[in-house]
C-alpha cells in the first residue's frame, strides 16, 4: 500500500508548452512516429486550397537530419503585424495555443477548416527541436526561428516570392518512438488528400527523390485503387452535392467481398466515427429496403434485410464539408456533433436516381445481400444447436434470441438501448449503427423486484436475460449481481420506454432492478434513461422537428405564430417510423440522461417507499410530489 501523501510542491501549473511536451499524446494521438506533426502542417495548406488559395504544396523530406518542409502558395500570413502582447500574428499562430483565423464566420474558411481548434501548428512547434517558419505577403516577408518550441529572433524584409508559407521543423526523438514520419502513411494520406481535392497537386521530396501526387476523377479514382477487379456491378453511385458552406461528395460501389469498406472523410479529414456514418448507413439500409419491396424482390410480409446484409461487399467513400463540426481529440478521427439535415433528402435522391437508372445492377446488389442474409441465418442455427448440444457443460444462461447485439470489439463504446417488445425494437433496429449500439427488446413490465419473491425473480426470463447481455456475475443463491469492467459489454445502458406513465413505471421497474441487485452500475455511471421526443412538427413537405415535451410545443408555437406548420404526437416507439426512430439513436439528436445518485441511504428509502409493499409511504410520496412529475425521465 502507497502511503505517501501530495504536498504543495506536487500540484504544479503548467503553460501550454510545458503541458504539450509532458503530455504530447494528448493532441498527438500516437507517439510511435512524428508523422501527426506532417499532417498538422500540411491540413493547415489543405485548408488554404479549399478557401481558394493555392493549387500546389510542396513537401520535402530530409532522411538523414530528419527534418520536414512544407511550403504552399496560398495567401501567406500578415507580415509584421503586431498584436497586443508583443507578438507578431505569424508568432503567434506557432507559439500560442487557440490562435487561429479559422475561428470568426468571416467568410475566409466558410467554418468548414480541418485546423479549426488553432493546435497544430503549436504541436509542431513545441514537439520539435527546432522551427522556421518564413511567409511572403504583397511583397514582404517575415522569418521566425524556434527553438525546442521557444521563439528565438525574427527578421523582415522586401521579397519577390509569390505569396505563401514555408516551415521547416526537426521533430525531437525525446516524445517520439521513432521521431521519423511513416513514409507509406504519408504517400497514402497524400494521395487521398489530392483524390478529395480535384485540382491540388502535391509534390513529396524524399532525399532527392520526387513524387507528384494528383487526381483526374476525384474519388472513382481512390475507388478504383481500392476494388480492384473486385467490382461486381457496372454503374457506381456518384453524387455531387453543393450547398453553400455544406457539400458532400459519396461514391457507393459493390464489390464480391464480405464486408463494408468505407472511406469516410469530413472537412477532408479522415473520420471512423460518428452519427454521419450511423445516419449514411441508416439511409442506404431504409432505402434500399424500399426499393426492394417496390420490386417485390423482397415480399412486403418479409422481414426487411439487415444492415449487414445490405452493407455486405458495399464500399462508400465520401468527402463531407460541413460547418460547426465537433471531434472528440486534436487528432479528429471521431466525430460527436454535425448537423447531417443538409443532407438527408439529397442523398434519399441520388439513390433513387441510381436505383432507376441501373435496375439490373441493383437486382445483383440485392441477390447477394439475400444470400447473406440466408448464410447469417444458417450460420446462426448452427451456432444455436452448438449451444444446446453443450447446454450442460455452460454456466452462462444464454441470451435471448432476440438480442440484436453490436459487433465492435471496445465494448466500452457499445451501446445496448432495453425496450418494451418487438414493435418497439424493430425500427431501432433499423436505424441503429449495429457496430457500436445494441437492441434487446423485453416482453411488457418486468417484475418490481422490490415486491417479488426470490424464487420468482430467479424464473423470470426477462431478467435473467438482462442479466447475461449486460456482462454481469449473478450469485443464484442470494441474486447479488456484480461486474467486473473487462466482463461488462457495454458502456452504456440506455432504457428507453413511451413518453407516457406506462413508459415511465417500465424505466422505474428498471431502475428498481438494477438499484436492488447491482447498484454499482447506477454508481459508476453506465445507467442511462432515453428521453423520446412527445412532439413531431412538419414544416413543408420535408422538414422535420422533433419536441420533447409540452413546454418545448409551446415555445416553438410562441415563436411560429402566423406559421403553416402540423404537429403529430408520437404516442410510442412502435409507432415511429425509421426515420423518426433514428433520433432516438443519432448521438447527435438524441436526448439520453445519466441516471446518478448523489444519496445512497436516501436512493435505499425512495426505492423502499415507491416500490416496496408499503402503501402508506408510497401515497405520501405521490401526495407530497405529484407536481414534480414528469414521463421523459
Request: charged share 30%; hydrophobic share 35%.
Amino acid at each position: 500500500m502507497n502511503d505517501k501523501l501530495y504536498t504543495e510542491d506536487s500540484i504544479q501549473s503548467l503553460d501550454p508548452r510545458e503541458f504539450t511536451r509532458l503530455r504530447p499524446g494528448v493532441y498527438c494521438g500516437s507517439t510511435e512516429y512524428s508523422t501527426q506533426l506532417l499532417v498538422e502542417i500540411v491540413s493547415n495548406a489543405i485548408d488554404e486550397f479549399k478557401a481558394g488559395h493555392g493549387n500546389l504544396i510542396e513537401v520535402k523530406i530530409d532522411t538523414k537530419e530528419n527534418s520536414y518542409a512544407v511550403r504552399d502558395y496560398a495567401q501567406g500570413f500578415l507580415v509584421n503585424s503586431m498584436r497586443e502582447d508583443g507578438k507578431t500574428i505569424l508568432q503567434a499562430s506557432f507559439d500560442t495555443l487557440n490562435t487561429s483565423g479559422k475561428f470568426s464566420d468571416d467568410g475566409v474558411y466558410e467554418g468548414t477548416a480541418l485546423g479549426l481548434n488553432g493546435i497544430g501548428s503549436k504541436l509542431t512547434n513545441f514537439l520539435s527541436h527546432k522551427m522556421k517558419v518564413e511567409t511572403w505577403r504583397d511583397g514582404q516577408t517575415e522569418s521566425i526561428f524556434f527553438n525546442e518550441g521557444i521563439f528565438v529572433n525574427r527578421s523582415v524584409g522586401k521579397s519577390k516570392e509569390p505569396n505563401g508559407t514555408y516551415v521547416r521543423w526537426q521533430p525531437s526523438e525525446e516524445f517520439f518512438t521513432h521521431p521519423e514520419v511513416d513514409i507509406n502513411k504519408v504517400k497514402e494520406l497524400f494521395h487521398i488528400l489530392t483524390c478529395l481535392c480535384v485540382g491540388l497537386t502535391i509534390e513529396l521530396t524524399i532525399d532527392d527523390k520526387k513524387e507528384i501526387f494528383t487526381s483526374k476523377h476525384g474519388l472513382n479514382d481512390l475507388v478504383d485503387d481500392a476494388v480492384g477487379d473486385s467490382e461486381i456491378i457496372n454503374s457506381r453511385m456518384n453524387m455531387n452535392f453543393d450547398a453553400g458552406k455544406n457539400k458532400l461528395d459519396m461514391v457507393v460501389t459493390y464489390t464480391s467481398k464480405y464486408s463494408l469498406n468505407m472511406i469516410s472523410y469530413v472537412n477532408t479529414g479522415d473520420t471512423d466515427a460518428g452519427p454521419h456514418i450511423t445516419q449514411i448507413k441508416t439511409i442506404l439500409t431504409r432505402e434500399f429496403n424500399k426499393f426492394f419491396k417496390e420490386k417485390k424482390w423482397l415480399k412486403e410480409k418479409d422481414e426487411n434485410l439487415s444492415g449487414d446484409d445490405i452493407q455486405e461487399g458495399m464500399f462508400i467513400a465520401f468527402n463531407l464539408t460541413a460547418p460547426g463540426v465537433s471531434y472528440d481529440a486534436q487528432t479528429k478521427s471521431r466525430i460527436v456533433k454535425i448537423d447531417m439535415s443538409p443532407f438527408t433528402t439529397s442523398i434519399v435522391n441520388a439513390l433513387h436516381d441510381w436505383f432507376n437508372k441501373n435496375e439490373k445492377d441493383i437486382k445483383i446488389i440485392f441477390e447477394k445481400a439475400a444470400a447473406a442474409r440466408k448464410a447469417r441465418d444458417a450460420a446462426k442455427k448452427a451456432r444455436d444447436k452448438a449451444r444446446e448440444q453443450n447446454k450442460k457443460k455452460q454456466k452462462a444462461l444464454k441470451f435471448d434470441s432476440k438480442l440484436a447485439d453490436c459487433w465492435s470489439k471496445d465494448r466500452m463504446k457499445c451501446e445496448i438501448y432495453v425496450t418494451e417488445g418487438d414493435s418497439a425494437s424493430g425500427n431501432l433496429k433499423l436505424a441503429r449503427d449495429n457496430e457500436f449500439v445494441a437492441v434487446m427488446p423485453v416482453r411488457g413490465k418486468i417484475l418490481n423486484v422490490r415486491k417479488a419473491s426470490l424464487d420468482k425473480i430467479q424464473k423470470n426470463a426477462e431478467i435473467m436475460t438482462m442479466i447475461d447481455a449486460f456482462g454481469l456475475t449473478v450469485d443464484m443463491k442470494t441474486m447479488k449481481l456484480t461486474y467486473n469492467k473487462e466482463d461488462l459489454r457495454y458502456g452504456k445502458i440506455i432504457i428507453e420506454s413511451d413518453a407516457d406513465t406506462d413508459g415511465a413505471h417500465i424505466k422505474n421497474l428498471f431502475y428498481t432492478f438494477i438499484w436492488t441487485f447491482c447498484p454499482e452500475l447506477i454508481l459508476d455511471g453506465y445507467v442511462y434513461a432515453g428521453v423520446p421526443p412527445l412532439y413531431k412538427i412538419t414544416e413543408g413537405k420535408d422538414t422535420y422537428i422533433y419536441l420533447k415535451n409540452d413546454t418545448e410545443l409551446e415555445e416553438y408555437r410562441t415563436k411560429h405564430k402566423g406559421k403553416k406548420y402540423l404537429v403529430n404526437r408520437l404516442k410510442g416507439l412502435g409507432e415511429m417510423s425509421p426515420d423518426e426512430t433514428s433520433i432516438l439513436v443519432d448521438p447527435d439528436q438524441r436526448i439520453i440522461k445519466q441516471v446518478t445518485v448523489e444519496d445512497i441511504a436516501a436512493a435505499n428509502k425512495l426505492f423502499d417507499d415507491l416500490m416496496g409493499t408499503q402503501i402508506i409511504p408510497r401515497k405520501r410520496f405521490i401526495q407530497q410530489h405529484s407536481q414534480e412529475a414528469t414521463y421523459g425521465v
